[in-house]
């Protein structure tokens, strides 16, 4: 069964950091674009960070210095690490693949995307 998961999301002081994986299964990420969305409530789906299939990575201005993307292929499986977090970023966070045969640039344009995860929730509160 071609699936991605996520996990590693939960409740976080300001400040401080999770470190949210995303996992393949059915499926290599060798030839994929990996992107990071997130969705807070009442909000519209933002693309947060993508790597490419040669680990070229890309942030989204308000996380740029804040969140880390890499990818470790052997163990097919994202990471997104994030640190000094902001109650602003609390939502809901998704991984998403592109084959980068297909389109072979990163972008955060949700309808270009193969496979999606189920997401995992980040929640940064006090």
């Known amino acids: 069964q071609v699936q991605l998961v996520e996990s590693g999301g939960g409740l976080v002081q300001p400040g401080g950091s999770l470190r949210l994986s995303c996992a393949a299964t059915?499926?290599?990420?060798?030839?994929?674009?990996i992107s990071w969305f997130r969705q807070a409530p009442g909000k519209d789906r933002e693309g947060v960070s993508c790597?490419?299939?040669?680990?070229?990575?890309y942030y989204t201005d308000s996380v740029k210095g804040r969140f880390t993307i890499s990818r470790d292929n052997a163990k097919n499986t994202v990471y997104l690490q994030l640190s000094s977090l902001k109650p602003e970023d609390t939502a809901v966070y998704y991984c998403?693949?592109?084959?980068?045969?297909?389109?072979?640039?990163?972008?955060?344009?949700?309808?270009?995307?193969?496979?999606w995860g189920q997401g995992t929730q980040v929640t940064v509160s006090s």
């Open positions: 998403a693949a592109l084959h980068m045969s297909r389109i072979p640039v990163c972008n955060y344009y949700p309808r270009e995307y193969d496979y």
């Open positions: 059915g499926f290599t990420l060798d030839y994929y674009a």
């Open positions: 790597i490419t299939s040669d680990s070229n990575a």
